[in-house]
């Protein structure tokens, strides 16, 4: 078997989600090679050899600069068609979900989406796909190949192996119609602190909070904590906290060591993008809110007296 992994990567880094996916398919067997396309990326193949993949196939020119799908559908589908690759999964973002939805057009493939797990059944592969608002997994396959798989953001951690990589220069010829888009400008999110995809500590706010002013104090405990912030859908939409920060069915997976919830009242949606934190805090002032079903720790009370004291505590212990 055959599998190529598109390996997304930042700021001179290879995505965390990448990566994740990256181990995912190493676990599987078969030969497992990582795909990075970009500009000035030759140095990141070394990392992709320890983090599974047994070959890395790197094309670095000005045409795949910016971060625009098309040039890399381009380089992917010479990549599948040369090598005979059978599997190609991505880790999901608006570029990854981009390509492989262009990639599957291009070969006239099958794309499965959203999914959180990948098995190798008898013989074939079988995706893991949550269905019914992520209430239940339905099992989704590939009547042909190249098989191509979107995994949910946050899916699997990344395992380093420790292993070497050898690497294969691409030089991909690029469509005509692919290199007529131009980025014309990029914006970044100012943030400050580790992102909630990489935080081992997450405190997310939810409606209970009142109002978008209060966030001010799910910031605060999160800062001391060293921590990231989340929030809920619903504080998302009212317009309280960025989409970035959403966890759950529609927003981001995440696996912190501790996710303190404050005000949250731990719908089926949010629970699905945080039950795989280690130990889960829930401050809540209704005792029979849902999320104390799956705290380690519930704290029934008002979250503006709780959480500054909360926070008070936390700055002094580290004094
Ligand atoms: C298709 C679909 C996808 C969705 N995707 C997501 C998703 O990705 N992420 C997500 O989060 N949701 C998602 N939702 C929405 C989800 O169903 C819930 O509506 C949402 O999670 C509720 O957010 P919340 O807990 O902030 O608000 P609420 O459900 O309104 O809960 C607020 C909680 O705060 C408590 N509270 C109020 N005041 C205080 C106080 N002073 N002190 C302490 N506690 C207080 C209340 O007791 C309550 O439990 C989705 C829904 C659908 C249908």
Redesign the pocket.
Same mark, same amino acid.
């Given at each position: 078997m055959s599998t190529a992994v598109f390996l997304e990567h930042h700021d001179g880094k290879l995505e965390k989600g990448s990566l994740g996916v990256l181990g995912k398919a190493a676990s599987l067997g078969g030969d497992v090679a990582g795909v990075i396309l970009g500009s000035g990326v030759k140095e990141l193949a070394a990392e992709a050899g320890r983090y599974g993949a047994t070959k890395v196939y790197v094309a670095d020119t000005a045409e795949l600069e910016a971060p625009l799908p098309q040039p890399r559908v381009d380089a992917l589908a010479q990549l599948v068609r040369d090598q005979g690759i059978e599997n190609v999964l991505f880790a999901a973002s608006v570029l990854a979900s981009d390509v492989a939805a262009g990639l599957a057009a291009r070969l006239d493939a099958g794309l499965n989406w959203d999914l959180v797990d990948l098995v190798s059944q008898d013989g074939a592969l079988v995706g893991k796909r949550p269905a019914l608002?992520d209430s239940v997994y339905v099992d989704v396959g590939w009547s042909s190949e190249p098989r191509l798989a979107l995994f949910r953001p946050g899916t699997f951690d990344p395992v380093e192996s420790g292993g070497e990589a050898e690497d294969e220069e691409l030089t991909p010829a690029f469509e005509d119609f692919s290199t007529a888009a131009t980025m014309v400008e990029q914006a970044h999110e100012e943030s400050e602190g580790p992102s909630i995809e990489d935080a081992d500590v997450i405190v997310a706010?939810?409606? =209970?909070? =009142?109002g978008p002013e209060n966030f001010s104090l799910v910031e605060s405990l999160a800062k001391a904590l060293g921590g990231a912030v989340g /929030?809920?859908? $619903? *504080? *998302?939409d009212a317009g309280w906290y960025p989409y970035s920060t959403? *966890? =759950?069915?529609? %927003?981001k997976t995440v696996s912190p060591k501790l996710y303190v919830a404050?005000? !949250?009242? %731990? /719908? &089926?949606?949010?629970k699905v %993008?945080m039950q795989g934190a280690g130990t889960v805090v829930a !401050?809540?002032? @209704?005792p029979n $809110?849902p &999320?104390f079903e799956f705290s380690d720790l519930g704290v029934v009370? @008002?979250?503006?007296e !709780?959480v500054p004291k909360l926070t008070e505590l936390v700055e002094q212990r580290k004094a």
């Open positions: 608002e706010g939810g409606r =209970g909070l =009142g /929030a809920t859908r $619903a *504080v *998302v959403q *966890v =759950g069915q529609t %927003g404050c005000g !949250i009242s %731990g /719908a &089926i949606q949010h %993008g !401050i809540n002032k @209704d $809110a &999320i009370g @008002d979250l503006h !709780i």
